[in-house]
């Protein structure tokens, strides 16, 4: 895969009229997984884990539910408080979301 030749073989606008989703996922076998650095596959080791086992996919599918932006505390006090419980756990110095985020100023 080069630059631009994904955005070339894509069609200029959509379609319109829906497509059967066959089609829509035939395109996204066909074109979309190529051009795709697998980040979840278990060979790939970079610096992201895996969100593909069980229970990375609930995690995934629950938090698409919300489809919340945990920018700031103001912007979700939800996601950062859940953060903030979380990172001290993560090893390293700028781990910890509290010191960063959790300033509502």
């Known amino acids: 895969m ?3 030749e994904l955005v070339d073989a894509l069609p200029p606008c959509g379609p319109e009229h ?5 089609t829509i996922l035939e395109d996204f076998r066909r074109q979309i997984v190529p051009a795709a650095t697998q980040w979840n596959h278990p060979g790939f080791m970079a610096y992201f884990a895996t969100s593909a ?8 599918m629950l938090a698409a539910t919300l ?3 945990g920018m700031l505390w103001k912007t979700s006090p939800f996601i950062l408080s859940v953060a903030a419980s979380i990172s001290p756990r993560i090893p390293g110095p700028d781990a910890d979301v509290a010191k960063y985020a959790m300033n509502p100023g």
């Open 53 to 60: 086992s069980g229970p990375g996919i609930l995690g995934e």
């Open 18 to 22: 829906g497509e059967p989703m066959s």
């Open 2 to 4: 080069k630059p631009g």
């Open 67 to 69: 489809n919340m932006n």
